[in-house]
């Protein structure tokens, strides 16, 4: 079951299974109190998340992973975002009432793209987690079993009409096309 809270600037979405849940983006540093009455309001508390992971590690993505790791939820990196966990430290540092604490990405688990469906096997869920990287290095797209694509910053596939040669972006449409999904979700905008 795939939840969407809305409570900034960025689609943030918990994915929940039968053995725990993953909590897919946050938005920008300073935004917990909006993202506890997010949750609130759909029934989801803090503990019921098992893990965070960022579609990728742009500022509007990741800005709470650190908040929420010291509350308790697990942070899982793929193996292609190790080298960019902290990409935006020097974003938040320029603003000090935000009290953005670096990500310690010792205490994160690194999963493989290889093993991503049996990571979230593990938690009840059926899909697995691709590399998507013509938005950045860096991102990643969570397919799942049931019908939904979070593609986090990827541009939209109608965009390919305009980008003929963007090879990257042909090639992460036909990957997620290949798991032939019902429904998209985008960070900034609705589904499609």
């Known amino acids: 079951m795939v939840t969407h809270l809305r409570y900034g600037n960025t689609n ?11 909590l897919v983006d946050t938005d920008y540093a300073g935004s ?3 993202f506890y009455k997010a949750a609130k309001e759909c029934g989801i508390k803090v503990a019921d998340i098992t893990y ?16 929420l790791m010291s509350l308790g939820v697990k942070l899982v990196l793929m193996e292609s975002q190790v080298d960019t966990v902290h990409f935006a430290d020097h974003i938040f540092a ?17 999963v493989t793209f290889e093993d991503s469906r049996k990571f979230l096997d593990d938690l009840g869920i059926a899909g697995e987690i691709i590399s998507t990287p013509s938005h950045s290095a ?5 397919m799942l079993d049931e019908g939904v694509a979070i593609v986090g910053d990827l541009e939209p596939y109608e965009y390919l009409a305009g ?17 032939d999904p019902e429904t998209v979700w985008y960070a900034h905008a609705s589904r499609r």
Not at 94 to 110: G, W
Not at 138 to 142: A, I, N, P, Q, R
């Open 94 to 110: 320029r603003d000090a009432r935000l009290h953005y604490e670096p990500i310690d990405e010792s205490k994160a688990r690194v």
């Open 138 to 142: 860096d991102s990643v797209s969570v």
């Open 12 to 22: 943030t979405f918990v994915v929940s299974g039968e053995h725990g849940s993953l």
């Open 52 to 67: 965070v992971m960022a579609t990728h590690y742009h500022p509007d993505h990741m800005g709470l992973i650190s908040e």
């Open 163 to 179: 980008y003929e040669d963007n090879e990257m972006l042909k090639a992460d449409w036909d990957k997620i096309r290949s798991f």
């Open 32 to 34: 917990l109190q909006q």
